[in-house]
């Protein structure tokens, strides 16, 4: 019998959040133990915000719904729908949603995302 050369998601692990953040992850470490990729597909509230971070890994991010906040390395960069940027690692980042509406969007991480591999501060 022939191997399928693909595999489809449809019951993506959901990121465990405090925060009002819908994170689910369709392809990497918690799904499939890829640890070369992830892509999640990610609701922010509006008033949604994290700490300063610098990841260790790239982190593509493209926007489906409303706007999201970068703070990368002092330079404020606002996203509307449609746009998408690739934050480069070791890139000091802050990410928020300070709009009134949801923000919808697509992040993919190169190597996958980890938690040890974020380095958030304080």
């Not at 499939?32 to 922010?44: F, L, P, Q, R």
């Not at 802050?94 to 993919?108: D, G, K, L, T």
């Amino acid at each position: 019998m022939k191997q399928k050369k693909y595999s489809i998601q449809d019951s993506p692990f959901i990121v465990p959040t405090t925060d009002g953040k819908v994170i689910k992850e369709h392809f990497g470490i918690t799904t499939d133990g890829n640890s070369e990729i992830s892509i999640a597909h990610m609701k922010a509230p509006s008033g949604w915000g994290e700490p300063f971070q610098t990841p260790e890994f790239d982190e593509f991010t493209f926007i489906i719904k409303g706007k999201k906040q970068f703070i990368i390395e002092d330079e404020i960069i606002i996203l509307k729908a449609g746009q998408s940027i690739k934050v480069e690692k070791h890139t000091r980042v802050q990410y928020s949603n300070p709009f009134a509406e949801v923000c919808e969007y697509i992040a993919i991480c190169t190597p996958a995302f980890s938690i040890d591999l974020v380095n958030r501060e304080d």
